[in-house]
């Protein structure tokens, strides 16, 4: 079943925030006066933020808890955008106004899609549990969750009282 906060799906958003943000501050940085940096470097910065985004992704997290950390990764492209020679040092307040836009415009397109991404999470899990009740066991028998699987309710029944013999089953010879 769909869960956002699973390893795997934290390993995904972590991925996607890198992603964005990382090509976000290349253009950011194109815009702001800077040369495109080269794509090793995209990819290197965005692989540190995308360690870090997955560590946060533990919850959902809305336009203002992913504003922070995206405005930091954005300050830390644009540092290593100019080590690497990406330029603009002329421009720099322009550039990192720039920056900022993109973080801002970054952590509206995620939040969105963590909205989205728990919203269809919590309706397959409405969909599945509605779809397929699943009995539970009980001492006194069989107790049901309301659904369309009533039909089979006799024959559990017949079946739990026949073999309602506690121990291990008997081995029949032939």
Same mark, same amino acid.
């Given at each position: 079943?769909?869960?956002?906060?699973?390893? +795997?799906?934290?390993? !995904?958003?972590?991925?996607?925030?890198?992603?964005?943000?990382?090509?976000?501050?290349?253009? #950011?940085? &194109?815009?702001? =006066?800077?040369?495109?940096?080269?794509?090793?470097?995209?990819?290197?910065? =965005? %692989? /540190?933020v995308g360690l870090g985004a997955a560590g946060l992704a533990r919850q959902q997290r809305g336009f203002w808890a992913i504003l922070g950390p995206l405005a930091a990764s954005q300050l830390l492209f644009h540092a290593l955008f100019s080590l690497t020679g990406h330029g603009g040092e002329l421009q720099l307040g322009r550039m990192v106004?720039?920056?900022?836009? %993109?973080?801002?415009?970054?952590?509206?397109?995620?939040? #969105? #899609?963590?909205? %989205?991404?728990?919203?269809?999470?919590?309706? /397959? +899990?409405?969909? $599945?549990?509605?779809?397929?009740?699943?009995?539970? /066991? $009980?001492?006194?028998? !069989?107790?049901?969750?309301? #659904?369309?699987?009533?039909? &089979?309710?006799? /024959?559990?029944?017949?079946?739990? +009282?026949?073999?309602?013999?506690?121990?291990?089953?008997?081995?029949?010879?032939?």
């Open positions: 079943m769909l869960e956002p906060t699973s390893i +795997r799906w934290r390993r !995904i958003r972590g991925g996607l925030f890198a992603a964005v943000s990382a090509e976000l501050a290349a253009l #950011g940085h &194109l815009i702001g =006066g800077g040369e495109f940096p080269h794509p090793s470097t995209v990819l290197a910065a =965005g %692989a /540190l106004v720039f920056h900022l836009v %993109a973080a801002v415009g970054s952590a509206a397109v995620l939040a #969105g #899609g963590e909205r %989205a991404l728990f919203r269809c999470a919590q309706l /397959l +899990r409405r969909t $599945v549990l509605r779809l397929a009740p699943l009995p539970t /066991l $009980v001492a006194a028998g !069989i107790h049901w969750a309301a #659904g369309p699987t009533d039909q &089979l309710r006799p /024959l559990l029944l017949r079946v739990a +009282r026949a073999h309602g013999r506690r121990g291990p089953p008997v081995l029949l010879r032939p």
